[in-house]
């Protein structure tokens, strides 16, 4: 049979659980907005139960456990998402660069091409002016410094991407470093049996920024502690323990090669900010910078090889109107490309009359400034199959597409993503609401037990005082 | 489903944020009157557009070009009529020297009258265009392309042709070489020499062979001036043609480019009206909480 201390010990029970969940819904009020922190509840059961004679009856509440809602089937989605979602926003963010240095139009390497031919067509007029001779040098000169503006950017946005390699790496072992300490910390916290929530919170953060720069996989061992590898199986942390990548810079554009331990991952990271950039810097750029120099070489063979069919104006056989790409050197000297080295023999600048612009000594001759302005039309791109100007649209078409591709990829994994998050938040985010009638019911809940409470203290002492006390 | 804070504000920025892009293009449309601003917008429109671009700059250079050249051309077609009325005026004075009634002075009268007309021709042979002999060929001879040496004259030039482009696929010679205009026989100078001896010499004969030389003379500058008026046809017709080349390049520009503002001013006020009714029914559900009906 109950005793009235037994009784105050139930409305004892009742205010201590209570004020345990008040004091979780003011924690998740408080942390509503902390990202990754998952809501959490008090687990209410009855305590041990006591032999009546009426039978079993209760002995109050008890918290059993503080619970966090989470689903790790969507944290798991959110991570992979986010992988994807980094990849194509990095390439997109560095073909947006790429795509604003080749525009069309008035500066560019389609206006240099045109001009330069132009200028041809017009000494064809007059072929013996001075004038004109300084002006399809000028052209010329507009051409090399369009060409040569292109290839720098692209290739000082190829080591801007670079250098964001090595910014990542050191981001993903710092990160690695934090899992491995939290992983400890969660071992000793859970040893107790009760769940670390606001770790692993925070562990899940710290994998999710994991993701964003590279394709981390991960698993949860029995003792609590997250085993995550990276490029397909590459071990980074391991429990307790990181095993932090390198970036190496290796030969003479000092390219960083991502390494775990001695093995080269670079080709194997498929996900993330550094996989965007790995694609960016060694497939992307080397194309666009492939078919710029092609574009670059071939006007240069083309021009120097009508050239030296024409004769100048001191009888001369045209001497190289550009200065040939020179071949890579062993070891190579940067920069090599043709569009980066495109300029005009210095001898032509210094003398105009050193043009050809005739083929037969005259000076009225204008046959070979005629055959350099036909040049324009001649298909000798792409195997034989566009023009120069052509040549350089389909590049822009190119980088357009390429860009737009990436624009819309990135588009669709971010509502994917987002997605997720909110089913992710739906699940594990802190709702205002629901916390405000959590208080309500503790509230009242305390107020009921304080008022069973005061109750049974009157009970008592009303025996205490009919046995005159 | 649970809808968070989180869950809206999410939503909320990410919706905010498209609709402002929206309003970000439309506006960009509206200021440049491109539809067509970088590559990504549209790279197939980009990548034509820079192909037309091209094309549509060679044009416009062919087309300066060929006002220049129409211009010479001109000049050559009155250099040329000028040479004819100078060979009429020859075969007249010879005419005259043929109708029986010729005294002395009246001879020595046309002899001077040829002797004036063959300086005019001589002058006419040294006409130059821009500063350039029009008819020493592609040869620039440092004093005149045609020297005088009573009787007879040296050519100081060459017989080739000088060829312009006026437009990429069609070609057209823009000068007449001295040789084919004055070299070949019967050359006008030496027929204006003869002339003037057979008139001196009284020599009927004479002065009939060289008024037929001067009549096959008039017949080539004749021949050779309707060519040069084929060919300032052939530079106009071009002209018009690459004129209206562009014309039609500029419209797909324009078609590829160029923004439809009606449809872009409609898309900035469809945006501004939905980023209004976003943020004013954000703000609503911001203020309603159950926190403010406890007590």
């Not at chain 1, 942390?31 to 008090?42: L, V």
């Not at chain 2, 060929?66 to 010479?72: A, H, T, V």
């Not at chain 2, 002209?239 to 872009?264: F, G, M, P, W, Y």
Request: proline share 2%.
């Amino acid at each position: 049979m109950g005793s009235l201390f037994a009784s105050l010990d139930i409305g004892r029970k009742s205010l201590q659980s209570h004020q345990l969940a008040l004091q979780v819904t003011s924690n998740n009020m408080s942390n509503i907005n902390t990202p990754g922190y998952s809501r959490q509840h008090a687990v209410f059961e009855t305590d041990f139960s006591v032999q009546t004679s009426a039978g079993l009856i209760g002995s109050g509440v008890t918290v059993k456990n503080i619970a966090s809602a989470r689903d790790q089937f969507i944290e798991l989605r959110v991570v992979e998402e986010t992988q994807h979602t980094s990849e194509q926003e990095a390439m997109f963010n560095a073909l947006d660069q790429i795509q604003r240095i080749l525009p069309s139009g008035s500066g560019g390497v389609q206006d240099g091409i045109s001009q330069f031919f132009n200028s041809f067509s017009t000494l064809a007029n007059n072929p013996e002016s001075s004038a004109l001779r300084n002006a399809v040098l000028s052209a010329a000169q507009n051409l090399a410094t369009s060409f040569n503006g292109a290839a720098r950017q692209l290739e000082e946005t190829q080591s801007s991407v670079n250098r964001s390699i090595e910014d990542a790496v050191n981001k993903v072992n710092i990160l690695a470093g934090n899992v491995a300490t939290l992983n400890q910390e969660i071992i000793v916290a859970e040893g107790g049996g009760t769940e670390a929530s606001g770790l692993r919170d925070q562990r899940q953060e710290y994998i999710k920024e994991l993701s964003s720069l590279v394709d981390v996989r991960y698993y949860e061992a029995q003792d609590g502690a997250f085993y995550v590898s990276v490029a397909g199986g590459h071990s980074l942390v391991s429990g307790n323990t990181s095993q932090p990548l390198s970036a190496v810079p290796v030969g003479i554009q000092g390219h960083f090669e991502v390494r775990s331990g001695v093995n080269n991952i670079t080709n194997l990271i498929s996900g993330g900010e550094v996989a965007g950039f790995i694609e960016i810097r060694d497939q992307k750029i080397p194309t666009y910078l492939g078919d710029l120099d092609t574009l670059a070489n071939t006007i240069i063979n083309q021009v120097n090889t009508q050239h030296a069919l024409g004769t100048d104006l001191l009888g001369n056989a045209g001497a190289n109107f550009f200065n040939p790409t020179p071949a890579p050197a062993a070891p190579l000297v940067l920069p090599a490309g043709a569009a980066r080295n495109f300029s005009v023999n210095a001898a032509l600048v210094a003398d105009p009359r050193l043009v050809a612009a005739g083929q037969s000594g005259e000076a009225g001759d204008n046959a070979n400034a005629l055959a350099l302005a036909g040049l324009a039309a001649v298909k000798t791109l792409n195997g034989g199959n566009e023009t120069f100007a052509e040549g350089f649209a389909s590049l822009q078409f190119r980088v357009g597409t390429d860009t737009q591709g990436a624009k819309r990829t990135l588009d669709a994994q971010s509502a994917v993503l987002t997605q997720l998050q909110n089913q992710r938040d739906s699940v594990s985010g802190v709702s205002l609401d629901e916390e405000a009638l959590d208080l309500v019911r503790f509230q009242r809940a305390y107020q009921a037990a304080t008022k069973f409470i005061s109750t049974i203290d009157q009970l008592t002492g009303d025996i205490i005082a009919a046995f005159g006390g | 489903m649970r809808v968070t804070p989180s869950i809206q504000s999410r939503n909320f920025l990410e919706d905010l944020a498209r609709t402002k892009a929206r309003m970000d293009k439309a506006q960009d449309e509206m200021s440049s009157g491109r539809r067509v601003n970088i590559l990504s917008d549209d790279p197939y429109a980009a990548g034509q557009a820079s192909e037309i671009e091209a094309v549509s700059s060679e044009n416009t250079e062919y087309i300066s070009n060929n006002d220049q050249l129409s211009s010479k051309l001109g000049f050559l077609d009155s250099t040329l009529q000028r040479l004819v009325l100078s060979v009429e005026n020859a075969q007249t004075l010879a005419a005259q020297a043929l109708s029986g009634t010729t005294t002395a002075e009246s001879r020595a009268a046309l002899s001077e009258g040829i002797t004036g007309t063959r300086k005019q021709v001589l002058s006419i042979a040294n006409t130059q265009y821009n500063g350039v002999f029009l008819f020493s060929g592609t040869h620039r001879p440092a004093a005149d392309a045609f020297t005088d040496n009573a009787p007879g004259f040296t050519y100081d030039g060459n017989d080739d042709a000088i060829y312009q482009r006026l437009d990429r696929s069609t070609t057209v010679q823009t000068n007449i070489t001295g040789q084919d205009l004055f070299g070949d026989p019967p050359a006008i100078l030496d027929v204006l020499d003869d002339l003037k001896t057979a008139i001196d010499n009284n020599d009927p004969t004479a002065i009939r062979t060289e008024m037929a030389n001067l009549e096959t003379f008039s017949n080539r500058v004749n021949a050779l001036g309707a060519i040069v008026g084929e060919r300032v046809q052939l530079v106009d017709q071009t002209q018009a043609r690459l004129r209206e080349h562009n014309l039609a390049l500029k419209k797909e520009t324009s078609r590829l480019t160029d923004a439809n503002l009606v449809e872009s001013i409609s898309d900035f006020n469809l945006a501004d009206q939905a980023v209004k009714v976003s943020l004013s029914s954000q703000a609503r559900i911001e203020q309603l909480s159950l926190l403010d009906y406890l007590r």
